[in-house]
């Protein structure tokens, strides 16, 4: 395999309901950064069925160039169709790095181009960078149970690939009116060829917490003793119009669903204000929310890691400290209301 033929950074765009899911967008503002490190180009490769308008969302954030695939075998997801136009792609143009959102879709593809091609993949990856000289992909995520940071490297082969957790990288600030080159491709694939069929979509019925869009989350944790006690965070969530957090062994405990958990096999977040009460701060958890913009720990115990990775914290029983952050919060929003005749 001659590396020479391998050029450019790619970002597999993610579609959902009409618009670019915004990993995608976070990983063209990461890609970007890989790409003029190496001095090379910025791709992003679209699928779907009219999806052609979204190309200029591409240039905005950050790509050179837009491969497109836009055609009606492209409606839906399916790991077949979708892997054929990303292989004839990537074999034709020969990118050295392809990067994928760490979503049920980008694992999925990923996985089976990675199989096909076959190369490497990261997966889960939480920090990227790239060897200016030699174009190595440096893929970072937790190992061995999140106790250390493991930077893979793929060396024998390309392109490089990896996905990427939402919310760990950024995505640049669009630049209005910011243009590029369009690539139009065509695959060559007919419905009969596609063993999987979507007969229907039926979409969940209940509403799912994202507590990856959050500003505020009250976080809760073993130490609050049991669900009655685990209340106490629904509460303070409630005045502060939060969102309810929590750690691994509390949706181990069936205190709270799955989607609530922060950390490493939870949701990674970012909110303004991150509280984690009863929460002894393992660095599974810590993984998950380390980027919050302020972390207000309050536990029991003064040796607790989370007071190593808080801005603020309050040794004390989360049984005496947030009912009175309750009394406290709700009688400032009281004041606020009078304040503003009514309106909070
Ligand atoms: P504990 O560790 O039991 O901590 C409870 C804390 O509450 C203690 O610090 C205690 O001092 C305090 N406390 C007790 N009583 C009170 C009180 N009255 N008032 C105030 N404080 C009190 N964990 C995650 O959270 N997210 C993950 O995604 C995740 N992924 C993992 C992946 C792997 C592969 C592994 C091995 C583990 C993972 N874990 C994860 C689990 C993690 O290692 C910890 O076990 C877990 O985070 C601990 O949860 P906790 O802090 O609620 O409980």
Not at 7 to 17: L, R, T
Not at 34 to 45: H, N, Q, S, T, W
Not at 80 to 94: D, H, I
Request: net charge negative; proline share 3%; glycine share 10%.
């Amino acid at each position: 395999m001659d590396f020479q033929d391998y050029k450019g950074v790619w970002v597999f765009i993610e579609v959902n309901d009409g618009s670019i899911s915004p990993v995608s967008l976070e990983l063209l503002g990461a890609g970007r950064r890989l790409a003029d490190k190496r001095g090379v180009e910025l791709a992003g490769v679209l699928i779907g069925e009219k999806i052609k308008r979204l190309v200029a969302t591409i240039f905005e954030y950050g790509a050179d160039i837009a491969y497109v695939f836009d055609q009606p075998i492209f409606k839906h997801y399916r790991t077949e169709s979708f892997m054929k136009a990303l292989l004839q792609c990537s074999n034709k143009y020969k990118p050295e790095i392809i990067l994928f959102g760490a979503t049920s879709t980008g694992k999925d593809l990923a996985s089976a181009i990675a199989t096909d091609l076959p190369t490497g993949l990261t997966a889960d990856t939480t920090e990227l960078d790239v060897e200016e000289e030699t174009g190595l992909l440096l893929a970072s995520r937790p190992a061995f149970g999140g106790n250390i940071m493991a930077t893979i490297l793929c060396k024998k082969y390309r392109p490089q690939m990896a996905t990427v957790r939402a919310k760990v990288m950024k995505a640049l600030t669009p630049e209005s009116g910011k243009t590029g080159k369009i690539v139009e491709e065509i695959c060559l694939l007919k419905e009969e060829d596609i063993r999987t069929k979507v007969l229907e979509i039926v979409k969940a019925t209940t509403k799912k917490v994202r507590i990856d869009e959050a500003d505020i989350i009250v976080a809760g944790g073993k130490g609050l003793g049991s669900q009655e006690g685990f209340q106490l965070i629904h509460e303070l969530a409630n005045v502060l119009g939060g969102t309810v957090g929590a750690s691994r062994d509390v949706v181990e405990a069936g205190w709270i669903e799955h989607h609530h958990q922060v950390g490493q096999t939870g949701v990674t977040v970012t909110p303004k204000i991150y509280f984690a009460i009863g929460i002894s701060g393992a660095i599974q958890h810590i993984v998950g929310m380390k980027n919050s913009g302020l972390i207000i720990a309050i536990n029991s115990d003064k040796d607790a890691p989370i007071f190593q990775a808080c801005h603020c914290g309050i040794v004390g029983d989360a049984f005496k400290v947030v009912p009175l952050l309750i009394e406290q919060f709700q009688q400032a929003l009281l004041r606020e209301e009078v304040h503003h005749g009514g309106k909070i």
